[in-house]
């Protein structure tokens, strides 16, 4: 089986989730420069929109990318259902002022189709991600034609079995912590979802494509926890919502980080389908579960004029505010920050040369690594333009200066960054970088109150497990 990362083509096997609403390419471009795999979601964009944003994205970043989309039956409109929703809606509707006769009635959003595939096609995107399923045989034929990576999210065993036998590269286990729509589309019981760290184990003893853990990771424990249990990688949504590239609108940012932000649920009155979002007014009022919600994407339009009314008065009451149960790596940073530690997570296991080479799995740095440069420093104040430069230097050290391994870690003020090289000439050659002169300068004067370097030789080493013969120290 293919790691995760030779399948994707990144780095580190990290995916940003797609979140509908709440971000664009912005988002994915940082992810996907700071070596994870950032997406774009696709589910609530018109054609041009969708254009735009590909061309946006795929000249931001030549890293590899995802676009997402929706794999749902459009119900067909039921206009009792949608009468006993206005009925459930009407008091909500007087205390606004607001018309009722004047919401259209209509669909929000709208399945993947050979017409969605026309916008995309040009582009051929490196990994297309579905959500409820997949797209019809010949539709997806189509996607896999033009040599797109196609991934999904199960929610059951039988889903990862399923998506497997119909043609998924490599399967998404959404554990029911996870924020935003369940991806469940074989079975619509609730009751025989699992949590990730349930759910995971169990998908990756029934299916032979790498699995990624999708809910509730939201730090580099998470990750390391998930790499334990056996995932090929993770699939984070929920700690990218308050990024500075995200488009979550302020009111969600402030309950993301507000203690209202530990009570979510499984809701649809929102949509028509269950997701996990914050507890507010017209969850606790309606359900979060109401019988009266018509199917999905059909809830949406009589719930976007109170959404719109309150919104404007600064009320999130009738937002959806969506959030996975770990909330608790939600913070203002860049994303390409919030990826490094994140990244952290898969210590030197996933540490690769993007470029192949001297690739090390589970056991440090390469034979060949024989100097190590220690960087030391105490900062004073990290900005946004920070941990671009320092994703930055570390790429530019292990893609054009043959740096062996680079890690990199922080505790409160102290960060470390360790470095292995084949010799001295190498790092040298990168410190004189343009690029690497102009950091250091702007650590002097903005970032560090202090730092040392040193460069040591490696004299000795040792590691357990022992690695067998032909794989290295
Ligand atoms: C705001 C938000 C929007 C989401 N929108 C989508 C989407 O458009 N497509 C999709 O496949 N998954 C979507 N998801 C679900 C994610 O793919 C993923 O399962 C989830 O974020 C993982 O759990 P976490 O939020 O705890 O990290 C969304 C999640 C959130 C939080």
Redesign the pocket.
Same mark, same amino acid.
């Given at each position: 089986m293919k790691t995760l990362t030779a399948l994707l083509g990144t780095t580190h096997p990290l995916i940003q989730?797609?979140?509908?609403?709440?971000?664009g390419a912005a988002l994915a471009i940082a992810v996907s420069n700071a070596s994870g795999l950032g997406?774009l979601?696709?589910?609530?964009l018109t054609p041009e929109a969708l254009r735009t944003e590909l061309a946006t994205l795929s000249g931001g970043t030549q890293r590899p990318w995802n676009v997402?989309?929706?794999c749902h039956t459009p119900p067909v409109p039921d206009a009792a259902q949608e009468a006993r929703w206005r009925e459930a809606l009407a008091p909500f509707y007087a205390e606004a002022g607001l018309d009722m006769a004047a919401v259209p009635a209509g669909a929000g959003r709208v399945p993947f189709s050979h017409a969605v595939a026309d916008v995309i096609e040009p582009f051929r995107p490196p990994v297309v991600?579905?959500?409820?399923g997949l797209p019809a045989p010949d539709l997806l034929a189509r996607v896999k034609g033009w040599g797109s990576v196609v991934l999904s999210?199960a929610t059951t065993v039988e889903e990862a079995r399923w998506l497997v036998a119909h043609g998924a590269d490599a399967v998404?286990a !959404?554990?029911l912590? #996870?924020?935003?729509?369940r991806?469940h589309f074989l079975s619509h019981d609730l009751g025989a979802q699992m949590g990730?760290w349930a759910l995971l184990p169990h998908i990756v003893a029934a299916v032979d494509v790498p699995v990624i853990a999708?809910?509730?990771?939201?730090d580099a424990a998470g990750v390391a926890a998930a790499m334990a249990l056996g995932a090929a990688g993770v !699939?984070?949504?929920? #700690?990218?919502?308050c990024s500075v590239e995200a488009t979550?609108s302020a009111l969600?940012r402030a309950a993301l980080q507000s203690e209202a932000a530990r009570h979510t649920a499984l809701t649809h009155v929102f949509t028509g389908r269950p997701?996990?979002?914050i507890v507010n007014r017209v969850m606790r009022e309606l359900g979060p579960m109401n019988p009266a919600a018509p199917a999905f994407p059909l809830a949406t339009a009589a719930m976007a004029p109170l959404r719109a009314h309150f919104e404007a008065q600064g009320c999130s009451d009738f937002s959806?505010l969506?959030?996975?149960?770990?909330t608790s790596?939600c913070r203002t940073l860049p994303a390409a920050e919030i990826t490094r530690q994140l990244t952290l997570g898969f210590g030197s296991m996933a540490t690769t040369h993007s470029e192949g080479g001297a690739i090390q799995a589970g056991g440090g740095p390469a034979l060949e690594s024989r100097f190590v440069v220690i960087f030391r420093a105490q900062a004073q104040a990290l900005d946004a333009d920070y941990s671009a430069m320092a994703a930055q230097m570390r790429e530019l050290a292990l893609t054009q200066f043959g740096c062996l391994d680079f890690t990199a870690t922080t505790e409160g003020d102290q960060e470390i960054a360790v470095s292995y090289w084949p010799d001295e000439a190498s790092i040298r050659a990168w410190k004189q970088h343009t690029d690497h002169l102009a950091a250091q300068r702007l650590g002097r004067e903005r970032w560090y109150a202090a730092y040392s370097v040193e460069v040591a030789e490696v004299t000795r080493r040792y590691r357990h497990p022992t690695p067998s013969a032909g794989q290295g120290a």
């Open positions: 989730a797609p979140m509908a609403g709440a971000q997406s979601p696709g589910a609530m997402n989309f929706f991600s579905f959500h409820f999210s998404i !959404q554990g912590e #996870a924020g935003g729509h991806g990730t999708a809910g509730g990771i939201a !699939q984070v949504g929920t #700690a990218y919502l979550t969600h997701a996990r979002g959806p969506w959030a996975g149960q770990n790596g």
